[in-house]
C-alpha cells in the first residue's frame, strides 16, 4: 500500500537530480518538496500575483475534453487528480492519500482524502470520482488521449464514501501513472453544464476568466487541502494572470522589460547564454528532460520498409551534430525515450547505430538504393524539428539517398502520418511518468494508427511491454525496458535523437519556485504552489 508521506530522497536520486538542475534546490531536504523547506525558513509573504508567460494555451476550457499541458498552459493550475506528482514526476498521494494493488495488479484501491473539495465547496467523494471516470471514459465528453489513459480500466466502484476502486482488463504496474492530475483531472460533477464557459476543479488555483492566447486569470483557493512545512495552507500566492506568448523572442522581452514575472521556456540560442549574460538580474531553473525527439519512419510503405535503409538513415545521422546545431549544446543526446535524470532511464539498452557515413553508404550500395527518393516531412510549428529536418535532409543526401524536406503545417502532417503517406519525419513527445505510457501508445503493435505512426509489428517487443506492465518489481520493469529499448534501436521503427530541455526564467523577486525534472509548474510542495513574491 502506498500511504501519503515525506521521505528522505535516495541518495543517488537526490545526487543526479541536483546535477542535472545545477544545484537549485540544493536547499530542499525532504523527497517531492523542493523550496519548501526554504520557503518555510524564510517566512514567505502572503499574496501577490504571478504574472506567467507560456509558449502555449488550451483549445478550449473543458478538462476532460481537452489537454490542459501541464507544462506551458497556465489553465493546468487549476487542475488535481487521485494521484499528485513530485520533482521527479512520479505518482504521490494527492486527492488519494493512499493507494493499494491487488497482488495480480488487477485492482487498485483508493483511500481518499477526508475533507478534500471542488472550487464549489462540493465535497470530493468516491461517488464525484466515478462520476468523473465514467466522463473521461466516454467518447463524446472526452479527449482520446484521456481516454487511452483509461482504457484499462474494466469497472469501477463506489466502496464507501471515502474509497475508491479500479478494477482493470489487463495486471498493470503503471495504473497509479495514468491517474495522475494529467491528463485525468478532476471536475465538481454539479458544474458539468459550464465546463466549456468556466470550469469548477479541485487544483491550487480556481478559474476566473479566460481569452484564448490573450490571458489566463486564476485566484487562490483558499480550500486547497497541501501545507507547507511548517502548517500553512498552500498556495502562497494571491492569483496568476497568464499570459500565453507562441513566439519565444516575444515571451523573453517581456520578461526583460518586467511585463512579467516568469516565463517557462526560451530559444534555445537564447538559453546558451542567458543565464550568464543576465547573472545578478534574473534567476533561471533547468527542466533536464521535457521530453524526447526522434525521427519516425514509416514501415508500412516507402523505402524504409528495408531495414537496411533504415540502418543507413542511423548510420548517416550525426548525433553530436544536432546537438551543437540545433540544440546549441544543451541536453543529452538520447539512446532510449528516458534521459539519465529520470528514474527510467535504462543504461543498459543496447545503442543504435553509430554515425559512420562510409557504412551508410555501404548498405545503400548493398540494397541497391542509391539514389532512393526520400519524403521527409516536419511542423511549422516546432523550428527545432524543422532544424532538425534540415540537418537530417543534408546528412541524408550526402551518403547517396535524394531525400526532399516538406514543412507542413500541424494538421495536414497529421494526416498524412495517419494515411501513411511519408517516408520519415522528424517529431518529439512529451515526457511520460511511466515508461508504459509510451512504449504502449509507440512500440506497440497493437496500439491506433494515431498513436502508433510507424506501423511498427514485432512480436518479442509485445512481449516485453505485457511482461513489464504486470510487473510490480520496479528494478525488474527497467530491465525489461532496456530489452525493449535495444529492440527499437537494432530494428529502428525509431531513431531516438535528442533529449529535449527547457530553461525558464524568472524576476529575483520570485521566491520558493521549482518546477520538476520534466516542467510541471505546479507539483507536490513545489512551483507555483510554493511560489511567492517578495
Not at 387 to 400: C, N
Request: aromatic fraction near 10%.
Amino acid at each position: 500500500m502506498v500511504r501519503e508521506k515525506r521521505e528522505q530522497m535516495p541518495a543517488w536520486s537526490r545526487r543526479a537530480f541536483l546535477i542535472a538542475t545545477g544545484g537549485t534546490i540544493a536547499s530542499a531536504a525532504t523527497y517531492g518538496l523542493g523550496g519548501q523547506a526554504e520557503a518555510g525558513k524564510r517566512h514567505p509573504g502572503r499574496g501577490g500575483t504571478l504574472r506567467f508567460a507560456t509558449r502555449g494555451d488550451s483549445m478550449g476550457l473543458d478538462p476532460h475534453r481537452n489537454l490542459i499541458y501541464l507544462v506551458s498552459q497556465p489553465l493546468a493550475a487549476i487542475t488535481q487528480g487521485l494521484l499528485d506528482l513530485n520533482l521527479h514526476c512520479e505518482p504521490v498521494p494527492g486527492i488519494a492519500t493512499e493507494w493499494d494493488a491487488s497482488p495480480d495488479l488487477l485492482t487498485y484501491t483508493f483511500k481518499l482524502r477526508t475533507g478534500a473539495l471542488f472550487h464549489n465547496g462540493q465535497e470530493i467523494d468516491a461517488a464525484a470520482v466515478q462520476w468523473n471516470f465514467d466522463r473521461m471514459r466516454h467518447p463524446k465528453t472526452s479527449h482520446a488521449f484521456i481516454r487511452s489513459a483509461l482504457d484499462n480500466v474494466r469497472e469501477t466502484v463506489v466502496v464507501d464514501k471515502t474509497t475508491f476502486r479500479c478494477h482493470l482488463y489487463q495486471p498493470s504496474a503503471s495504473f497509479p501513472a495514468n491517474v495522475v492530475y494529467y491528463p485525468c483531472s478532476l471536475i465538481a460533477p454539479e458544474s458539468e453544464a459550464q465546463t466549456h464557459t468556466h470550469p469548477v476543479g479541485c487544483g491550487p488555483f480556481k478559474f476566473v476568466r479566460w481569452q484564448r492566447y490573450e490571458i489566463t486569470e486564476l485566484a487562490r483557493f483558499e480550500h486547497y487541502y497541501e501545507t507547507d512545512a511548517e502548517g500553512n495552507s498552500l498556495p502562497y500566492l494571491d492569483g496568476i494572470v497568464g499570459r500565453p506568448k507562441k513566439e519565444d523572442r516575444v515571451r523573453l522581452t517581456s520578461l526583460r522589460a518586467g511585463e512579467v514575472d516568469l516565463i517557462d521556456t526560451m530559444a534555445y540560442a537564447d538559453a546558451a547564454t542567458f543565464p550568464q549574460q543576465y547573472a545578478g538580474t534574473f534567476q533561471t531553473w533547468e527542466v533536464p528532460m521535457l521530453g524526447t525527439s526522434f525521427v519516425l519512419f514509416n514501415l508500412d510503405r516507402g523505402p524504409f520498409t528495408d531495414k537496411r535503409l533504415r540502418q543507413a538513415a542511423a548510420h548517416a545521422t550525426n548525433h553530436a551534430a544536432i546537438k551543437d546545431v540545433v540544440f546549441h549544446g544543451r541536453g543529452d543526446t538520447a539512446n532510449g525515450y528516458y534521459a539519465p535524470v529520470s528514474p527510467w532511464h535504462t543504461p543498459g539498452a543496447i545503442p543504435y547505430p553509430e554515425y559512420d557515413p562510409d557504412k551508410a553508404k555501404f548498405l545503400l550500395r548493398q540494397a541497391r538504393a542509391e539514389g532512393a527518393e526520400i519524403d521527409l516531412q516536419s511542423s511549422t510549428s516546432y523550428p527545432y524539428l524543422q532544424q532538425t529536418g534540415d540537418l537530417l535532409q543534408a546528412m541524408w543526401s550526402e551518403v547517396g539517398f535524394k531525400v526532399t524536406h516538406h514543412i507542413l503545417g500541424e494538421p495536414v502532417l497529421r494526416k498524412k502520418q495517419r494515411d501513411r503517406d511519408f517516408h520519415a519525419t522528424p517529431a518529439a513527445a512529451s515526457y511520460r511518468f511511466d515508461p508504459d505510457g509510451w512504449f504502449s501508445r509507440q512500440i506497440l503493435s497493437t496500439a491506433t494508427a494515431t498513436q502508433q505512426g510507424s506501423g511498427f509489428r514485432n512480436e518479442q517487443a509485445d512481449r516485453l511491454i505485457l511482461e513489464a506492465r504486470g510487473t510490480a518489481d520496479k528494478a525488474k520493469r527497467v530491465e525489461l525496458y532496456a530489452a525493449l529499448e535495444s529492440i527499437v534501436n537494432e530494428e529502428l521503427p525509431i531513431l531516438y535523437l535528442h533529449h529535449l530541455t527547457l530553461l525558464e526564467a524568472g524576476a529575483l523577486n520570485l521566491n520558493g519556485y521549482q518546477p520538476a525534472i520534466s516542467g510541471p509548474f505546479s507539483t507536490q510542495g513545489a512551483g507555483i504552489r510554493t511560489a511567492w513574491l517578495a
